[in-house]
């Protein structure tokens, strides 16, 4: 029996469009291609799909700067196609949920062409313009997240427009009411057509004050959402969640608590940014330090332990991935991806698995600037060589922390197109589509996706993995992540050792059942023993 809301009791699954399926042989992944994945998804077990943007788009960000929100990118299928799937889906169990991308429209929007023709054209106002000022280069000193100054001259307006990503991705003007509301009708639009809810892209930036630097959390930030949540989704049965690079466990609560009707719940990135030089950028690379990932977590998992609702991730199309960064791809690549779905699995709150981490894809290391695709990489590669770097070096931040890693194709077979495409994939296939694939996988009872959907169908059959208390082990060794969840009648021990070198643990509680491990001979037995390397597991122990 489940109780609470259908996004506490699901595990979802993020879809790359562009790299998921393709269907004509065009190399570019497509609707038609995911519907014909439908029946892998069920198998499985997700509940939803938090689907990356399919709309009209040039992809200047693929699909992340959006030229109409209520058309679909011709590469990608018609609205038959969309809604088609949404249909398809729900017959599995399976909801859509939509990428939401309202920081920012496509410089091709109509609304951003109308409003770039004068300083009073209609439309004008939906963005944020700034006169120039004397003797200044531009507006003030914020910075674009794909490098360079965040304020780009429009000669003909003669003015300049504020874009937090590429110029192609001018930002909307929220504290503009007709901007919100075009918003909120464009949502019930997809609302009508049934879909689960929507994943909210940088929405934590959408109460910028630019003139006072202010940029995420603003003053109005809060009214924003709840204004929204009363226009659109407010009382329906549909799950929100906020992409939040800025959240704090107690931020999150003001977006996650039901009492306060904005979302469902928030993207956190705390624990993401914990192998990042503090105050550096995300190419400033430190080594991750475990108890630092252990306190972050934790820290998550009891202040949103009782108002609140956290979302649980390694992974997304912007990360690397997780095996590759964390874990070890190279000697303990099962052991390590093993690991982490099952530390991340039995953590309280909604976990989301990314396209191709339930088989354990691995980051594509590139050897030359050519190969790179992505903007982020490519305008920070020109930056930092024109500043004096070592190419090399700047090659080698791209390889461990670059967008592309994510994005290349879905692994499904061995084949030659790796069962992605027939034709010429549009980003480079990763060679081990050999070793790691969808058909291997599958067909293999110890594999890493035979243990993610044992995680999942552990979440569907167990109360205590959705709603059970959490509590870290305190007294371990520095390397050994062990948390218990326990409910009125039962309580689990997590135990996870991140590291290729044995620890020692002791096993205080008396065990009475194994319920998952990604070593064949896990042990009961209580009292000390060494964890192999990257062993976990968890066991039921007296309550
Ligand atoms: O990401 C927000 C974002 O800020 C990322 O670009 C992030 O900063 C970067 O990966 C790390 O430096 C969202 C989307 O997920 C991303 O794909 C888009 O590019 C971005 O918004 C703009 O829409
Ligand atoms: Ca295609």
Redesign the pocket.
């Known amino acids: 029996m489940t109780t609470g809301k259908w996004w506490q009791n699901v595990v979802m699954y993020q879809i790359y469009p562009r790299s998921f399926q393709d269907s004509n042989g065009d190399g570019v992944g497509d609707i038609p291609g995911i519907i014909s994945r439908l029946d892998y998804l069920q198998q499985l077990g997700v509940g939803g799909i938090w689907l990356?943007p399919v709309y009209a788009s040039p992809n200047d960000?693929?699909g992340?700067?959006i030229s109409d929100y209520e058309a679909i990118m011709p590469e990608f299928g018609t609205m038959a196609d969309m809604e088609r799937l949404i249909a398809e889906a729900k017959a599995r169990g399976i909801r859509i949920v939509m990428?939401l991308?309202v920081?920012?429209t496509s410089d091709e929007h109509r609304w951003f062409v109308e409003g770039r023709k004068a300083k009073d054209a209609p439309y004008h106002d939906f963005y944020v313009w700034r006169d120039p000022v004397e003797g200044q280069d531009v507006p003030n000193d914020l910075r674009s997240?794909?490098s360079g100054p965040a304020w780009t001259y429009d000669p003909t307006v003669g003015q300049y427009y504020l874009h937090?990503?590429?110029p192609k991705?001018p930002d909307l003007n929220w504290a503009n009411p007709v901007v919100r509301h075009a918003v909120y009708d464009m949502m019930n639009f997809w609302i009508a057509k049934g879909i689960g809810g929507f994943r909210m892209?940088?929405i934590d930036?959408i109460g910028k004050e630019p003139d006072k630097m202010i940029t995420g959390n603003g003053p109005k930030l809060h009214d924003y959402l709840q204004e929204m949540n009363r226009n659109t989704f407010g009382g329906k049965d549909l799950m929100t969640v906020g992409?939040t690079?800025g959240a704090t466990p107690e931020n999150a609560k003001l977006f996650s608590d039901p009492a306060r009707h904005e979302l469902s719940m928030v993207f956190q990135f705390e624990h993401s940014g914990l192998d990042q030089q503090p105050g550096g950028?995300?190419?400033d690379l430190q080594p991750l330090a475990i108890p630092n990932l252990k306190r972050v977590l934790s820290k998550w998992q009891t202040t949103l332990g009782e108002r609140g609702w956290n979302s649980l991730f390694w992974n997304?199309?912007?990360?690397p991935r997780i095996v590759s960064r964390w874990g070890n791809d190279q000697t303990y690549h099962d052991q390590s991806a093993k690991l982490f779905a099952i530390l991340l699995h039995m953590m309280k709150g909604t976990p989301y698995i990314y396209q191709g981490e339930e088989i354990g894809m691995t980051n594509y290391p590139i050897t030359d600037a050519s190969e790179i695709d992505d903007?982020?990489s490519l305008n920070l590669y020109n930056e930092r060589v024109q500043a004096g770097y070592d190419p090399a070096g700047v090659i080698h931040s791209i390889n461990v922390?670059g967008?592309d890693n994510a994005r290349t194709p879905m692994q499904w077979d061995a084949n030659d197109g790796a069962g992605f495409t027939t034709g010429k994939p549009w980003l480079h296939i990763n060679p081990n589509h050999v070793q790691y694939n969808v058909a291997s996988e599958v067909a293999d009872a110890d594999s890493v996706w035979a243990t993610y959907q044992q995680l999942i169908a552990l979440r569907k059959q167990n109360d205590l993995v959705v709603w059970g208390d959490y509590a870290l082990l305190e007294d371990t060794a520095d390397d050994v992540f062990a948390y218990y969840r326990t409910d009125q009648s039962h309580r689990w021990l997590v135990v996870a050792n991140i590291s290729a070198e044995p620890n020692a643990f002791t096993l205080m509680d008396q065990a009475e059942r194994l319920i998952i491990s990604n070593y064949a001979d896990t042990a009961l037995t209580g009292g000390e023993r060494q964890l192999r390397p990257y062993e976990a597991f968890v066991v039921e122990v007296k309550a």
């Open positions: 990356s960000d693929n992340y700067d990428d991308v920081n920012h997240t794909f937090l990503f590429s991705q892209d940088v930036l992409e690079w950028e995300k190419w997304n199309h912007d990360l903007i982020e922390k967008r």
